[in-house]
């Protein structure tokens, strides 16, 4: 068997591209400076896989930004609105990422969405109907160019058709299959070209193939793809799917012309089921996902093999693989100097991954497996017990009842009271929780962290930032203040460290938007309050002020999506765990003198199943109630916040609703402020705060720009029960854009009442 990967993290073992990156937006390095970085991490890669003894290495799985937007950019399927700023096409290509704000125009950045089930964000290409897809682009040629020069001929990956059209945002009357045929011949050309380039294999990433498909959906699948593969000169394509199994279209996939067929046995629950049941055709690759390509946990060998010897049944041609890009995990334990060896031993990030692909390939290929050094040594460690367990914690997580989910009295009645309580004006005005992060409050956590800071002096620090943040929001005239949460590196690595349970890595990075990376921590044992986490900050804020300021934190299911799972028990368990936590330091923000209390659920929807047929039990059954039982003990008038990063959550309303919580706040200005129509439809009973401008680009939303997102909210919800605050947490801006958006929206949001 062959060893191959999907694809491989792009931003450096040390972040290198993201700094690089970011030097360049802030006009510190030329182009050519960034472009080298760019150059130095590919081909660092490359010579990483190439040692490893991976027989398909990809390319093209580099990117700038995204891989989606490059996908646009490569099928001329971008936003005039960029194209005619007259800048470079890089800097075309960063205006449509992060929007554009200078001499040459005033653009706001491409909608952006969460990739499937990850805490990965692509940018949504837009469509309209003047659009004409043709390739235009150079990237995957010029990648592949780059790499056969230095002796690899590679496998490059392009987001594939099918994909690609699902994906995008179409503003026009034009739908997906209007374009098919533009759309298929700008991919018969790609393989042309890469095939006169000497490429064997091309690799096309068709994730939304697991997605619940619509008989349109797999006619438009299929349309491309007999268009595509008709025309594709003498290169081998592979349909490469993953995040779940292809239960609705796997005949049709089998059926096709494609040369190879990569298949997640992961996350994939029918994957296997699906090749036992149907075959698998001959002549064709199988390219089996059996490396998790998302958790951090060594891969058990015996399921592997298992999973292989079963498939090995069906075809004679199987590619060991991962189950998906490994973008998903950070690069190497070279750089996790702190690290126990007791755990280590139990990782692998990506260039450990590599490792295993090529011990898999020896496994399988020898005459005895089992009696390999590497499976036995193998065997051995997933035979060791490992976890730090907690009796205290299970057994009150064993003993909830549906009454601990339930908070009373109920909603209205809770509103009353609370309206009585506050007496805050109408559209009452706040922020998400955090303010900028600036070097200096990241150049005082470090210099803790290594020792050179006292912890008093420390905390000081933080005590005047606190201060300042206190009297910066009432000087701009906010209604509920935040404490600025300057002293979370980020919001669950923070809480993570006053679990018990939790263990940190130093230099673990995902990617998750363009230059943003996440460290999430790894829950390593049950999961307990170690000590109280917020309330020393939140009771300082709140002596300083008249106004309330609420307490700040993150929830139990986003503590666990983004945290690397326990794979020995349930998530649901896992999460009852952390709600137990976090419910006690509500009760100690209460008990503490704190009248409101937000718990971030930012990515309650991202790890939404797939498939609806898997969303409640999967899912939702155990994430609501997790949620609820965090706020289920507070007093009436104790207002619990909660807010989540995106909006797109039409589908899951009602559930939304039934979190229970007083006000939700979330983004809407990205994605049109389309859900507003569905808070209507549904009559939606929370209180809302959907946020009236996009904190993830730099530009500066006027006055007018808020006032008229205000209207249009006010169209749809109810004056009493709507709030007024940017769409997330403010923590990756500068001042020198918060203040003044702050003080436009607090403008905004006193004229409209006015107005009212
Ligand atoms: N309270 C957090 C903040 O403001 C929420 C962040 C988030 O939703 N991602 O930073
Ligand atoms: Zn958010």
Redesign the pocket.
């Known amino acids: 068997m062959n060893t191959t990967i999907i694809g491989y993290p792009r931003i450096g073992n040390l972040r290198e591209l993201k700094f690089a990156s970011e030097m360049y937006f802030r006009g510190e390095i030329t182009a050519a400076d960034l472009e080298k970085t760019a150059r130095e991490i590919r081909s660092y890669n490359l010579e990483l896989q190439k040692k490893s003894g991976l027989d398909l290495i990809p390319s093209n799985d580099f990117s700038f930004y995204d891989g989606v937007l490059d996908t646009a950019f490569l099928l001329n399927a971008v936003p005039g609105r960029y194209t005619s700023l007259g800048l470079s096409k890089l800097d075309t290509y960063f205006a449509a990422a992060r929007g554009y704000q200078g001499e040459k125009g005033d653009v706001k950045a491409l909608a952006m969405k969460k990739w499937y089930n990850t805490n990965y964000h692509y940018m949504v290409p837009e469509i309209d109907d003047s659009t004409e897809i043709k390739l235009v682009g150079t990237k995957p040629f010029e990648l592949f160019a780059e790499a056969l020069e230095s002796g690899v001929r590679t496998k490059p990956v392009i987001i594939g058709a099918y994909t690609f059209l699902k994906l995008a945002r179409y503003k026009g009357n034009k739908k997906a299959a209007d374009f098919i045929s533009q759309t298929a011949a700008a991919y018969s050309e790609i393989l042309k070209k890469l095939c006169g380039l000497g490429a064997e294999w091309v690799q096309f990433d068709e994730p939304s193939l697991v997605m619940d498909m619509s008989s349109e959906d797999t006619e438009l699948f299929k349309a491309l793809y007999e268009k595509i593969l008709s025309d594709k000169g003498g290169v081998k394509v592979i349909a490469q799917t993953y995040f779940g199994d292809v239960r609705d279209c796997y005949n049709e996939l089998c059926g096709l012309g494609f040369d190879g067929i990569g298949l997640d046995f992961t996350e994939g629950k029918k994957s296997l089921e699906l090749v036992k049941k149907n075959g698998f055709p001959s002549g064709k690759a199988l390219f089996a996902g059996v490396v998790n390509g998302k958790n951090i946990w060594r891969n058990n060998y015996a399921t592997s093999l298992l999973t292989l010897t079963e498939l090995a049944k069906h075809t004679e041609d199987i590619v060991i693989n991962t189950s998906c890009s490994l973008l998903h995990v950070p690069c190497t334990l070279a750089n996790e100097t702190k690290l126990e060896e007791r755990c280590k031993k139990h990782f692998a990030y990506a260039e450990e991954k590599l490792t295993e692909l090529e011990e898999l390939k020896r496994i399988t290929a020898s005459q005895c497996p089992a009696e390999t050094e590497e499976y036995r040594r193998n065997l051995a460690l997933h035979s060791e017990p490992r976890t730090g367990g907690n009796e205290v914690v299970r057994a009150k997580v064993a003993s909830l009842t549906d009454k601990d989910f339930v908070r009373l009295p109920a909603f209205a009645e809770r509103e009353k009271i609370q309206k009585a309580r506050f007496n805050l004006p109408l559209f009452p005005t706040t ?4 303010f900028p992060q600036t070097a200096e409050v990241k150049s005082a956590r470090k210099s803790n962290r290594r020792g050179a800071l006292s912890n008093s002096d420390y905390e000081f620090f933080i005590e005047k930032k606190i201060a300042e943040c206190i009297a910066l929001q009432e000087n701009i005239g906010l209604d509920v203040l ?1 404490h600025g ?1 300057f002293e ?1 590196n980020d ?1 669950v690595e923070y809480f993570g460290e006053c679990l018990d349970g939790y263990i940190f890595t130093e230099k673990a990075w995902v990617q998750s938007y363009g230059t943003r990376c996440v460290k999430p921590p790894v829950i390593w044992g049950d999961i307990s309050r170690a000590r109280p986490m917020t309330v020393k900050w939140s009771v300082y804020a709140q002596s300083l002020t008249d106004k309330p300021v609420k307490g ?1 934190l ?1 929830g139990p299911v ?1 503590i666990l999506n983004w945290s690397f799972p326990r794979e020995d028990i349930t998530l649901k368990e896992s999460a009852l765990q952390i709600a137990l936590a976090i419910r006690e330091e509500v009760l100690d923000l209460e008990a503490n003198g704190i009248s409101i209390i ?1 718990v ?1 659920e ?2 309650l929807r991202e790890k939404l199943p797939l498939r609806r047929s898997d969303w409640r039990e999967d899912y939702l059954d155990w994430a609501i109630p997790a949620f609820r039982y965090v706020h289920s003990g507070v007093k009436a008038e104790t207002q619990i916040h909660t ?3 995106y909006s797109e959550f039409a589908d899951i309303i009602k559930d939304i609703d039934d979190m229970d919580a007083d006000v939700i706040t979330f983004e809407a200005s990205r994605s049109d402020l389309t859900i507003l129509d569905v808070l209507k439809e549904n009559n939606f009973r929370t209180e809302v705060g959907p946020g009236v401008y996009d904190i993830h680009s730099p530009r500066v939303p006027s006055k007018e720009e808020i006032k008229s997102a205000i209207s249009k909210m006010r169209e749809r919800i109810p004056a009493e029960k709507l709030w007024i605050n940017p769409d ?4 990756t801006r500068g001042n020198e854009e918060t203040v003044p958006s702050l003080t436009n929206l607090v403008e905004a949001a006193k004229e409209a009442r006015n107005e009212n």
């Open positions: 922020t998400i929780g955090s935040v949460e979370r919001m700040m993150t986003t937000q971030d930012a990515a807010h989540m990063c997330c947490g403010l923590k």
